[in-house]
């Protein structure tokens, strides 16, 4: 190895700078008299294989975008990408490692190429980025639980910690991650982490993040949701990232210079799932729309739902929000909210005896969003009439197990019943 020596004029010190391969790792290191320092201690130090570092700080060198939200993920991973490749690099400035693997034999020979690229230096330009892209095998999987893919792991986490030549940029981009593991651990030690989860919709006010998340998305594209467009789209193209987006992009395309989005054009474009289709019956019986709730009930027998479970999952829960949303009104004397948001304030100043009785979710949440939407509409029904559609729900689910009767027409009898003048 070679060095430069220089004099400290003020102590009469001789010095040098140069370099070393030792390792495989390009270490920097000062020489004054006969110790050596370097940003790894002391020579015999930088001599020694790497050890895992205790460093606490973020590295400005590593970056890590994780998260469920697959789309999301991805979008911020380019977008990061392209901000830490060399503007002066050329083709050279970016080292694309593919994270997909299909074993852990597979997973081991990625984590390795991805440790060897971080090893080559730049050939041209000031540095490059070495991205390990869309990691499969940091997830509670098979693979991932594999010894050799934890050991291959662990060695990239050394060598991270270790630190990077300078100029060179390390990014990981992987939608699958057990949190509890030690790699992601010690990455979060000492990267600079994004996350992006996909919104938990079994999570009671998944619906207004979700609504957040849509109305930041249209805003991209210079759209704007009235109220209600904005609740159906929700309901209707759910909380993925990549749905949203690319349901706003058939939008985006269909208006052209008219950038409002209205109730009729999001029932009209967005596609409709069979969730979608099941809140889009329970909204309509909310609304007294007769005609309506016939027609989607004819959609989703049509699509292969079955009776009992349409009734357990949009007509039974509606009727029965309703009717307990219309007797916290009239004990209570609440006026209906102007958004089903606005019911979670009704909901906490409640006397907890009262709360008991609130329909609550399979985590034992209480559905405030589902009961604000009712709370919303139930000015439409008498207490009567929802006290009489409840025992008519019991005759249709009791007809529905026992008779041979046909579904439709049960079901059907059933709407007329709850929703007719």
């Not at 020579?43 to 294989?49: A, D, F, G, R």
């Not at 400005?60 to 789309?71: F, K, L, N, P, T």
């Not at 990691?135 to 893919?149: E, I, K, L, P």
């Not at 589902?370 to 709370?375: C, R, V």
Request: aromatic residues 8%.
């Amino acid at each position: 190895m070679g060095a430069s020596f220089w004099s400290d004029e003020a102590s009469g010190r001789k010095s040098s700078i140069g370099h070393t391969g030792v390792g495989h790792t390009w270490l920097r290191y000062r020489v004054t008299d006969t110790t050596f320092t370097g940003p790894h201690g002391s020579i015999k130090e930088c001599l020694m294989p790497p050890k895992k570092s205790a460093v606490a700080s973020k590295n400005s060198q590593i970056y890590a975008v994780v998260g469920s939200d697959e789309a999301a993920v991805k979008s911020r991973a380019r977008e990061l990408a392209q901000q830490l490749t060399p503007k002066d690099s050329g083709d050279f400035g970016q080292d694309l490692v593919d994270g997909g693997a299909d074993n852990a034999d597979q997973a081991v020979s990625r984590i390795h190429s991805a440790i060897q690229a971080l090893q080559t230096l730049p050939f041209f330009g000031s540095g490059k980025l070495v991205w390990l892209k869309d990691m499969n095998f940091c997830g509670d999987t098979v693979t991932g639980r594999s010894a050799q893919v934890a050991a291959a792991l662990d060695e990239l986490q050394q060598f991270l910690s270790a630190g990077l030549p300078a100029g060179v940029f390390f990014l990981l981009s992987a939608s699958e991650i057990d949190k509890r593991r030690s790699f992601y651990k010690s990455i979060a030690k000492i990267a600079a982490v994004e996350q992006f989860d996909r919104i938990d919709t079994s999570r009671s006010g998944w619906e207004e993040e979700a609504e957040s998340l849509a109305r930041g998305l249209a805003a991209e594209r210079a759209l704007v949701f009235q109220p209600e467009a904005l609740e159906i789209f929700v309901r209707l193209a759910g909380a993925d990232t990549r749905q949203l987006r690319n349901e706003l992009e058939k939008i985006d395309l269909y208006l052209g210079q008219n950038r409002e989005i209205d109730p009729e054009l999001v029932r009209n474009l967005v596609a409709k799932t069979a969730t979608g289709v099941i809140w889009e019956l329970g909204n309509a019986i909310a609304k007294r729309q007769l005609s309506r709730a016939l027609a989607l009930l004819d959609q989703l027998l049509f699509q292969g739902e079955t009776p009992i479970g349409i009734l357990y999952a949009a007509i039974i829960p509606t009727v029965r929000n309703l009717l307990v949303t219309k007797e916290i009104s009239q004990t209570y004397g609440v006026k209906a909210p102007g958004a089903p948001y606005q019911f979670n304030s009704v909901i906490a100043r409640l006397p907890q005896t009262a709360q008991n009785f609130l329909p609550r979710r399979k985590d034992g949440t209480v559905n405030v969003y589902g009961l604000g939407i009712a709370a919303c509409e139930a000015h439409r029904f008498s207490l009567a009439q929802l006290v009489h559609g409840f025992e008519e729900c019991l005759k249709a689910n009791i007809q529905l197990v026992t008779t041979q009767l046909e579904p439709r027409l049960v079901l059907s009898k059933l709407l007329v019943s709850l929703l007719a003048p």
